[in-house]
């Protein structure tokens, strides 16, 4: 009954790999979004996403790309992996992005780039 | 802009000491605080909204608009305390909502 639930889990991959983090949530929440949790453990906002259109892209390379095929679903695609591309990766949801609404997150995705 | 500080990086204290984790926010509008627990390679979880003045697990916080703080608060730390705690303001109300997150601080409880 994982409210948002990541896979995988734990990602080892080679640098210039492609790599796909998936996303599914069944709070019934509209809105989804990427966090990013780097090396020194600070968090900071990818992308939002509202009823399956992009509502924040927080200067990310072009090489993630979020992909929505239903509002229950936030899918991250990763192209030419880079070392620096090695993190936490924390989806999260809520009802509808206002104001006043609690972002639940689930439980991260671990990739590591050699 | 949304901004929050943390000062702390780390924070550590005896058990049964009282503790303060400090945040500090910097917002235009009318802000939305809250905390946010880590603990050891876990997801994070929601610990207090202002909104709700509520207590969890002993914290609390207070939102002072004059001083722009959300400092939390524990009489008596325990050992189970010992987590990642995140600041976070939410703002920008609309499709466009977003946590703006501290640093973090590292909190260790020692026996």
């Known amino acids: 009954d994982t409210a948002v639930s990541q896979t995988p889990k734990y990602l080892v991959t080679q640098m210039g790999n492609d790599k796909s983090i998936k996303c599914e949530q069944n709070?019934?929440?509209?809105?989804m979004y990427w966090y990013k949790q780097d090396s020194k453990k600070f968090l900071k906002i990818m992308f939002s996403?509202?009823?399956?259109?992009?509502?924040i892209n927080e200067t990310v390379p072009n090489r993630f790309s979020p992909k929505s095929p239903d509002k229950a679903h936030l899918n991250l695609h990763i192209n030419s992996l880079e070392l620096g591309d090695s993190a936490v990766y924390f989806c999260?949801?809520?009802?509808?992005?206002?104001?006043?609404?609690?972002?639940?997150f689930g439980e991260g995705s671990w990739l590591t780039v050699v | 802009a949304q901004r929050v500080t943390q000062p702390e990086k780390l924070l550590s204290v005896f058990k049964g000491a009282p503790v303060e984790l400090k945040c500090n926010y910097s917002?235009?509008?009318?802000?939305?605080l809250f905390w946010y627990v880590q603990y050891s390679r876990q997801r994070l979880q929601l610990l207090l909204r202002?909104?709700s003045r509520e207590s969890i697990k002993g914290f609390t916080a207070d939102l002072n608009k004059g001083e722009t703080s959300f400092h939390l608060k524990k009489p008596f730390a325990q050992e189970e305390d010992s987590a990642m705690y995140y600041c976070?303001?939410?703002?920008?109300?609309?499709?466009?909502?977003?946590?703006?997150f501290g640093k973090g601080t590292l909190l260790t409880v020692n026996p």
């Open positions: 999260a949801s809520s009802v509808t992005g206002g104001a006043g609404n609690t972002i639940y």
């Open positions: 709070l019934g929440h509209d809105t």
């Open positions: 996403y509202n009823n399956k259109e992009l509502i």
């Open positions: 917002y235009s509008g009318s802000p939305e």
């Open positions: 202002h909104i």
């Open positions: 976070a303001l939410g703002g920008s109300g609309g499709s466009n909502y977003k946590l703006t």
